[in-house]
């Protein structure tokens, strides 16, 4: 064991660098659906852990006596502190990935990567338990706003204030024992626990409400432009004349425009089991020479949840679009932005018939290639 720890001392980078990429890398193989009880759970255990860890260290500091329990295992609960953070945060960045869009939803994503990477750094552990706490808070408030949208079949502010304000609870309950073991003053409590604590959820809150944070667990799945959409059976049948060499385009996102014509958005958004239905709206904006960006039209659609794997599959459209470029926003019903997709308009002068692809879009099948259409 002593040949162990000198390994171990010469090697701290190294150790925190593995710790951090099997946590990472563990979480990537196992993670499921959002919805998925054995992760839900996993996570809840997770915390329970941490939660425990982080107690006994108040309890047991650095230079005292350790748990009898946990006499023999006393000198990992740092690893184990870090790997468990490494992978409630790496799922939690996952799930937030899938529903984000847009700048500020990225910016929301490289916050919570950066302490993702930043709670694998040695300065970053010297802090100690005020930066603890405050990443405990993040990762039990990100927990639970992933879970009760899942048990209440809704996502919405007063969902996401709930998470905020039983966190909140957890928090409280932690210093009520720790003031009851005597093993802090009110002072330290405050500094160590409470700031740190309550602050990462105020600032949260906050951010919900500039809409930074994603409208977690809606997640859309695929989404394009077209020139038309057609249902048949369980099927939808997508028209485009995508250029070949743009392989990373999602249908007619270089629209070629004639009379008559209408650009459809197709989408197929994700959703938990529980959710029976809900609102979604999908906006159009055109940018105009004279006003930028200018809102052209919203389409509210009806979302009913039918528990499907590939997502539940609608779309609107925009009739004549005008040459130049567009955005078209798919928003939940309290404003917040689900996904987005640009485009750009210009009219067709080719006076030679169009041949259109077809795209074969079903839930139960994977996809296949374009089929030829008319």
Known sequence: ??????????????????????????????LGRIDDQFTMV????????????????????????????????????????????????SSFTLFFFKSASGITALVFLVVMFALLVANELPRFRQLGPVVRMALFSICVSMYLACVLPIIIGKANFWVFLLAQVLTAGVIYGLIRLLRRWNVLDQLQVLRQVALPGFGVLAALLLLYLVRVIPPVPLAVQFSGIYHAVEK?????????????????????QDFLVR????????????????????TVKVRWYHDRPDKGWTLVSTVPLTIKNKGIERGYRSFAYTSNPKPGDWRVVLETDDGHEI??????VEEDTRAEPRQLQVFVHNPDKK???PQAGK
């Open 339 to 344: 996904s987005r997709l640009s485009f750009s």
């Open 259 to 278: 009379a008559g014509d209408k650009a459809y958005y197709f989408f197929s958004i994700f959703a938990p089991k529980d959710f029976d239905w809900y």
């Open 367 to 369: 996809p296949g290639p």
């Open 42 to 89: 996993q996570q809840l255990v997770y915390l329970s852990v941490l939660a425990t860890l982080l107690m006994l260290e108040q309890r047991h500091p650095e230079g005292t006596e350790p748990p009898k329990v946990l006499a023999k295992v006393w000198r990992w609960r740092e690893d184990a502190i870090h790997f468990f953070y490494g992978s409630l945060l």
């Open 1 to 30: 064991m002593e040949r162990v720890q000198e390994f171990r001392a010469r090697h701290e980078r190294w150790e925190i660098a593995v710790f951090f990429f099997v946590g990472f890398v563990y979480d990537v193989l196992t």
């Open 232 to 252: 048949k059976g369980s099927e939808y049948h997508l028209s485009h004349e995508q250029k070949w060499w743009k392989f990373w385009h999602k249908g007619d």
